[in-house]
């Protein structure tokens, strides 16, 4: 019979153990559920499993206590010296897996504080987000260059044939005759003719550097 009690009671305290670590905060405060963060100044209030969604992160291996000494506050929270703008959506991130962003908030800032944290999963979306950003941005519409030309009908054929790499011949004008050579009439034209030009993601724009002879 008193075999038997021992082993009810390890048993008990082995459940009283766990409960311990997760709902009552030991002396040093480290195996408590909620977590105060005092990043760059302000203060952040979450749980210690939205901190650890992302187990290799920094701020999973903190809030474990292990191998990082970090100091806190006199509330008790960790000081991170951080952006807090950037530590909310980081945030907000491991609480629901989306990243938000306000319109004004730079997707740079973000990987930033991102890569600080080790939060491999945020990475790589915001490098794929400012990826497609780029795409979208070298997937500008070519603007038009126009030249008009002015040349007389023999040095018409002449001019069209040695037009250089990228220009487009767009228009005639005849505009009449202005010159009188003895009997005959030249005739001059207006000749439009057209290049695009592909804004490159640099914003300068691609023109080869050679004018269209003429």
Same mark, same amino acid.
């Given at each position: 019979? +008193?075999?038997?009690?021992?082993e009810g009671r390890e048993e008990m305290q082995?459940?009283?153990?766990?409960?311990?670590?997760? #709902?009552?905060?030991?002396? $040093?405060?480290?195996?408590a559920k909620w977590v105060r963060l005092n990043?760059?100044?302000?203060?952040?209030?979450?749980? %210690?499993?939205?901190?650890?969604? @992302?187990?290799?992160?920094?701020?999973?291996?903190?809030?474990?206590?292990?191998?990082?000494?970090? #100091?806190?506050?006199?509330?008790?929270a960790y000081l991170i010296d951080r952006d807090?703008?950037?530590?909310?959506?980081? !945030?907000?991130?491991?609480?629901?897996?989306? !990243?938000? !962003?306000?319109?004004?908030? $730079?997707?740079?800032?973000?990987?930033?504080? $991102? @890569?600080?944290?080790?939060?491999?999963?945020?990475?790589?979306?915001?490098?794929? %987000?400012?990826?497609?950003?780029?795409?979208?941005?070298?997937?500008?519409?070519?603007?038009?260059?126009?030249?008009?030309?002015? /040349?007389?009908?023999?040095?018409?054929?002449?001019?069209?044939?040695?037009?250089?790499?990228?220009?487009?011949?767009? &228009?005639?004008?005849?505009?009449?005759?202005?010159?009188?050579?003895?009997?005959?009439? &030249?005739?001059?034209?207006? /000749?439009? +003719?057209?290049?695009?030009?592909?804004?490159?993601?640099?914003?300068?724009?691609?023109?080869?550097?050679?004018?269209?002879?003429?």
């Amino acid at each position: 019979g +008193v075999r038997m009690r021992m082993e009810g009671r390890e048993e008990m305290q082995g459940a009283v153990g766990l409960r311990c670590t997760w #709902d009552m905060p030991p002396p $040093a405060g480290t195996q408590a559920k909620w977590v105060r963060l005092n990043v760059g100044g302000t203060v952040f209030l979450t749980t %210690r499993q939205t901190l650890c969604r @992302e187990q290799k992160s920094f701020l999973c291996r903190l809030c474990q206590g292990e191998e990082l000494q970090s #100091d806190r506050d006199e509330t008790g929270a960790y000081l991170i010296d951080r952006d807090p703008t950037y530590f909310g959506p980081i !945030l907000n991130f491991l609480r629901h897996g989306k !990243l938000v !962003l306000d319109k004004d908030m $730079a997707e740079e800032g973000i990987l930033e504080e $991102a @890569e600080f944290y080790n939060i491999g999963p945020l990475i790589r979306i915001i490098k794929d %987000r400012m990826e497609e950003k780029d795409y979208t941005v070298t997937q500008v519409p070519p603007k038009h260059v126009y030249r008009v030309l002015q /040349c007389q009908e023999e040095e018409l054929t002449q001019m069209v044939s040695t037009m250089s790499d990228g220009w487009r011949f767009e &228009q005639l004008v005849n505009i009449g005759s202005s010159y009188n050579y003895g009997n005959e009439d &030249q005739t001059e034209f207006l /000749c439009v +003719v057209s290049k695009e030009l592909y804004n490159s993601p640099s914003g300068l724009s691609s023109e080869p550097s050679h004018k269209a002879k003429v």
